[in-house]
DNA sequence: CGAATAGTGTCTCTAAGACATTATGCA
DNA sequence: TGCATAATGTCTTAGAGACACTATTCG
């Protein structure tokens, strides 16, 4: 199409979608169960076709309120890479564009029609297990669980994992869980505090069931984070 | 194809290359003019069909060897993005994936078949005129121009830009002319020299046609900077 | 010598890492 | 009172930023 005399080939396009919420301070994403041949029965990401006249955001948009209901504007919801393996799909020439998504607050999954199942599952047996997941959903799914846990080190995407109002030490519970390692609370407290429009403080506190309340937080308006947050 | 009864649209498929180098300390971008409408005679990202079989990055080093006649173990390529809107291309519906390749001394460039004329172009006119490249090309580059700029900081990339062997000078130039800034010489020996495994010191000298020669150094193991290398 | 470029040293300040202590709820 | 969790404070150290000076070549 760089020369309109040359012949090309057409593809399939799909957008699949890993979709990540913190449970109970443990990293999950949404998995299918596979309704259809190929990898019957078997877990996958969840993902569906392009329409013709849909753009690629959209088509993640579309799938992402299939798979849980959610609108658009829930959470987070970025492109992640392109895969396109010649031999991805053993039914043919398939190109997929795979999308990152954060929720907080994830709603019980809805199974679509195409898959027989949704369930949500921790993260870290799947990527423990490169045959756990359907097609080269292992890969994708390394890929965005990278990317999510350097995001968390110069943005402040975390709060897309915690609900409107959250403390301290909820957020720190985030970044332990997607980053696999433990954050010293006191050090964690003074950098998210002290870095201007990452976290806005309001006057409400929570129920101490046990222990004292604590402050409740909500997002601000910083998106990046200047110096970042890193990783040990 | 997540459920086989479902009908489903195909897509042509191109890759489209962001070629970046530095000479003269500037950030150039290697550009086609196109040959064929649409855009006839306008200039464009270099980039092509995915053949059939072919998987893509694949597809990116072919175009790559094609537009520059290098190989394909020269430099740096990465996926940069997927770009998909239904009108991007006035054709009809095209998804084209995005490469990043980054050149240390670029050959002239080679017209392809499919281009009337192949040039280097400085990227700060092109980013500043949002029409200046054909289709959604204006913002390919610019994902890839920031994606080259966020990596120098936390990845030993630049070295991609230089020779074989190189002085920290002329490694620091490289940093100025993609961030678009300056940088202190005193502080960034220190910390180029200073990180194990960014450079490697060799035991021989430029030819010091004008002041002091300066010692050569060759790439070193270390692909992340850590702490990061960060622009104000 | 003077000009030009390379390389090193020093001081300051920000911020991270590693701790202990105090505050506030509940049983 | 005891326990649990939240919040703040202090000391140390690594490293960035801002600077001045010395070194080595050329004409």
Redesign the interface.
């Known amino acids: 199409?760089?020369?309109?005399?040359?012949t090309?080939?057409?593809?399939?396009?799909?957008v699949d979608l890993v979709i990540l919420t913190v449970q109970r301070d443990t990293l999950n994403v949404l998995t299918?169960t596979?309704?259809?041949?190929p990898f019957q029965g078997r877990i996958?990401l969840p993902?569906?076709?392009?329409?013709?006249?849909?753009?690629?955001i959209t088509a993640a948009v579309r799938e992402l309120a299939e798979e849980t209901g959610l609108s658009q504007d829930v959470g987070h919801l970025e492109?992640l890479?392109?895969?396109?393996?010649?031999d991805r799909?053993p039914?043919g020439?398939?190109?997929t564009?795979a999308y990152l998504a954060l929720l907080a607050d994830p709603p019980a999954p809805v199974a679509a029609?195409?898959?027989a199942d949704a369930q949500w599952l921790a993260v870290e047996p799947l990527l423990a297990d490169p045959s756990a997941l359907a097609f080269d959903h292992h890969r994708i799914l390394t890929d965005g669980v990278e990317r999510a846990r350097s995001k968390l080190e110069y943005s402040s995407l975390a709060v897309q994992f915690c609900p409107t109002e959250f403390t301290i030490a909820a957020l720190r519970r985030i970044y332990e869980a997607v980053w696999g390692t433990t954050v010293d609370p006191r050090n964690f407290h003074r950098k998210v505090t002290g870095t201007p429009g990452f976290v806005v403080a309001t006057d409400r506190y929570t129920d101490g069931d046990r222990g004292r309340p604590a402050r409740l937080y909500q997002a601000g308006p910083a998106s990046q984070l200047?110096?970042?947050l890193?990783r040990r």
């Open positions: 199409m760089r020369g309109m005399a040359e090309f080939d057409r593809f399939a396009v799909t299918v596979r309704a259809n041949p996958a993902g569906g076709f392009v329409e013709a006249t849909e753009n690629l492109q890479a392109s895969y396109g393996d010649p799909d039914r020439r398939v190109i564009v029609s195409d898959a200047h110096p970042p890193l």
